[in-house]
């Protein structure tokens, strides 16, 4: 009743005024109002009018809501994975990248819209190869690519990465936009290498062992 009464004091003032408000409904719901009150005189004779519009924006609101949870629902899953959707305007050069792909690239979010050489100069210079032949031909041709390539970080920290990238294409068959996912697959890899080594040095010891015992 408080922010009604000062909104009105507002309209007074003002001639116009805009706020929304909580109200109770039929069945004692909430109910979201979006509210325009509007001062309208008469004439000097006779006292001013309110004239009030009320959209109901209940709908909306839970609209809203529900797109902030499903927003932090994936921006959970994107951390506990570590993956990251990007978006890349082929014309403009720029690039949109989620939360998750700044931390593994080790920069800040603070900037939101980068441009492909950023990308670029993140990339391992034996792996850039790579990453134009992918690009130059997903543009050629439209088909989507995956690829794995190391990336060295803003902090000198080499990590590896496994992109996947698609075109998006407008309603002449142009294609205007790149999009797609950055995982951060680097302990992975480092398990893999770690392996690897292991079966190398298990196969160089029995070598060993076998030419030390000699024929049988």
């Not at 109770?24 to 979006?34: A, L, S």
């Not at 392996?195 to 049988?216: D, I, N």
Request: net charge neutral; charged share 30%; proline share 2%.
């Amino acid at each position: 009743r408080q922010k009604l009464k000062n909104i009105l004091k507002e309209a007074e003032t003002h001639k116009l005024a805009e706020t929304n408000l909580q109200m109770i409904g039929r069945f004692q719901q909430p109910v979201f109002m979006e509210v325009i009150i509007k001062l309208v005189e008469l004439g000097s004779d006779e006292a001013p009018l309110f004239m009030l519009e009320g959209r109901d924006v209940t709908k909306r609101r839970q609209v809203l809501k529900q797109l902030e949870a499903s927003q932090q629902s994936l921006t959970q899953a994107q951390r506990i994975a570590h993956i990251g959707n990007w978006q890349w305007d082929v014309k403009s050069s720029m690039s949109v990248w989620s939360d998750e792909v700044y931390k593994i690239f080790g920069i800040s979010p603070l900037a939101k819209t980068r441009f492909y050489d950023d990308f670029i100069s993140f990339v391992h210079p034996d792996d850039k190869y790579k990453v134009r032949e992918n690009v130059a031909a997903i543009l050629k041709t439209g088909k989507a690519y995956s690829m794995t390539l190391r990336i060295c970080t803003a902090e000198n920290e080499t990590k590896y990465i496994r992109e996947i990238g698609e075109a998006v294409r407008s309603e002449t068959g142009e294609i205007i936009r790149l999009q797609g996912t950055i995982q951060d697959i680097t302990a992975h890899c480092l398990r893999e290498q770690e392996l690897a080594l292991s079966r190398a040095k298990a196969e160089e010891a029995s070598l060993v062992l076998a030419q030390e015992r000699g024929p049988c």
